[in-house]
């Protein structure tokens, strides 16, 4: 493509204006369409609409970046009650080209960026393949080596890209409007409001570099995790220079063995939610394009465009709102959730609600048995906890978690889908027992860390 990114808020809202519009005539034209048809006949166009919907939503996502891009890929990872069980792994796997193989800029633009920050491409590098080996939502990364001989992961922000996110995120009702016919869950825009507020956060890779390098520090020598350090010196505003990690994508961790696929979920599981308890910082990005496989099995974890930290204070009371729950003392989890002003006493929610509501959200965590996280499942807890069509939990949704919560529920949910994604199985209570308690591990894999950490100290 020419690497033209729309970015005016007119013309990027009316991308997706149109983008809805057409969905939504194509919906309504299927079902009618389908009217005395028989049973395989429908099947066939069902299939039809739902891989036309996926191949436009791809081609407008995708050609766009930026934070509606961002949905796209995210919706990857749910399924949100998108389209019938039938056809849902197909359309996912459409919608994951958005994490995986999104349309990519001419290297003579994203080249403009790069020199426009570092000088000519021969004074820093000594070999520059053009080709990208992956395109993000705000970047296109490229393999490199620099002139000292060490082999990089190059990423680029694409030309005009900041003018383009701050269109969008005066485009929520476009968004709204594109999810609502097929996403109903969404309905109360809370998700889009969270990827709004957060993705700016993707465009400082000075800030990423620093965040980067300073994670990669502290998985050095981990025994199954790494994180590539970043090259600090070179990463600018617009370009971010990583080491290069050789490893295969998430499609082929799909396809290894069940053993294989629950130890790396127990990996993603610690990374991406034990860090919050333990260092009190987490990834807020836990998409499948994130994770990579080396041969010699490590999990390396990527882009920290969207990294947190948390006070101290907002992590003990998560730690103590899931004691409370796990333990069944519903009580205790309602005047924790009154006192911190996160339920109104007056809106006639009660302390059973609260802890049905906890329940149905993060019962993964809180099942002390071994579970199979399905693609189901994880969209199971994730509408209920944002839909407004299930009336049961109406009040507790009419409630706000302060910010720093919304956004480790998104990290959580998004852990929560990915797993899905994997087929992952494990006693997660179990595991989470030993940040939420202080517990000593159980499995084989937190026995190892453990060891590896008291040889550090």
């Known amino acids: 493509m020419s690497g033209r990114i729309p970015k005016s808020r007119v013309v990027r809202g009316g991308k997706l204006g149109r983008l809805a519009a057409e969905?939504?005539?194509?919906?309504?034209?299927?079902?009618?369409?389908?009217?005395?048809?028989?049973?395989?006949?429908?099947?066939?166009?069902?299939?039809?609409?739902?891989?036309q919907a996926a191949e436009q939503l791809v081609d407008v996502l995708g050609s766009m970046k930026g934070a509606a891009m961002k949905?796209?890929?995210?919706?990857?990872?749910?399924?949100?009650?998108?389209?019938?069980?039938?056809?849902?792994?197909?359309?996912?796997?459409?919608?994951?080209?958005?994490?995986?193989?999104?349309?990519?800029?001419?290297f003579g633009d994203m080249r403009a960026v790069i020199e426009a920050d570092?000088?000519?491409?021969?004074?820093?590098?000594?070999?520059?393949?053009?080709?990208?080996?992956?395109?993000?939502?705000?970047g296109q990364v490229y393999r490199a080596v620099l002139r000292d001989g060490r082999v990089v992961a190059v990423k680029v922000q694409y030309p005009g890209v900041d003018v383009a996110v701050r269109a969008d995120m005066k485009n929520l009702a476009l968004f709204a409007k594109l999810g609502t016919p097929f996403w109903p869950t969404l309905k109360n825009h809370a998700i889009f409001d969270e990827i709004t507020r957060n993705i700016e956060g993707e465009l400082d890779y000075v800030l990423e570099a620093r965040t980067q390098h300073e994670v990669a520090g502290r998985y050095r020598d981990h025994p199954f995790i790494t994180v590539p350090d970043?090259?600090?010196?070179?990463?600018?505003?617009?370009?971010?220079?990583?080491?290069?990690?050789?490893?295969?994508?998430?499609?082929?961790?799909?396809?290894?063995?069940?053993?294989?696929?629950?130890r790396i979920g127990e990996l993603a599981y610690r990374f991406y939610v034990g860090s919050m308890y333990r260092h009190h910082e987490f990834c807020g990005d836990p998409h499948p394009g994130n994770l990579l496989r080396g041969a010699d099995g490590r999990i390396a974890f990527l882009d920290f465009g969207l990294y947190k930290t948390m006070d101290p204070a907002n992590v003990e009371l998560e730690r103590r709102i899931v004691r409370a729950a796990g333990e069944e003392r519903a009580e205790d989890l309602y005047d924790l959730l009154v006192a911190h002003e996160i339920v109104d006493p007056e809106a006639g929610i009660g302390p059973q609600d609260c802890l049905e509501y906890i329940w149905s959200a993060a019962a993964w965590h809180l099942l002390p048995e071994p579970l199979t996280i399905t693609p189901e499942l994880a969209t199971g807890a994730m509408v209920l906890a944002i839909d407004p069509r299930a009336a049961r939990f109406a009040g507790m949704r009419q409630q706000q978690f302060p910010p720093e919560h919304v956004f480790s529920r998104r990290a959580d949910f998004f852990t929560f889908g990915l797993l899905g994604q994997l087929g992952a199985t494990n006693n997660w209570h179990a595991i989470a027992r030993e940040w939420i308690y202080g517990e000593p591990p159980t499995t084989e894999i937190g026995r190892a860390i453990a060891e590896w950490q008291r040889a550090r100290v």
Not at 234 to 261: D, K, N, Q, Y
């Open 71 to 106: 949905l796209g890929q995210m919706l990857s990872v749910l399924d949100l009650d998108l389209i019938p069980h039938s056809h849902r792994e197909r359309f996912r796997e459409k919608l994951a080209a958005l994490r995986d193989q999104a349309p990519a800029v001419s």
């Open 230 to 262: 970043s090259v600090v010196e070179l990463s600018t505003p617009h370009v971010l220079v990583t080491e290069f990690f050789e490893g295969t994508g998430f499609e082929e961790m799909r396809e290894l063995p069940a053993a294989e696929r629950d």
């Open 23 to 51: 969905q939504a005539v194509r919906g309504a034209g299927t079902r009618l369409s389908m009217i005395g048809r028989s049973d395989r006949a429908r099947s066939v166009l069902a299939e039809r609409s739902t891989m």
């Open 118 to 138: 570092l000088g000519p491409l021969a004074s820093v590098f000594a070999d520059f393949d053009e080709t990208p080996v992956a395109a993000a939502s705000v």
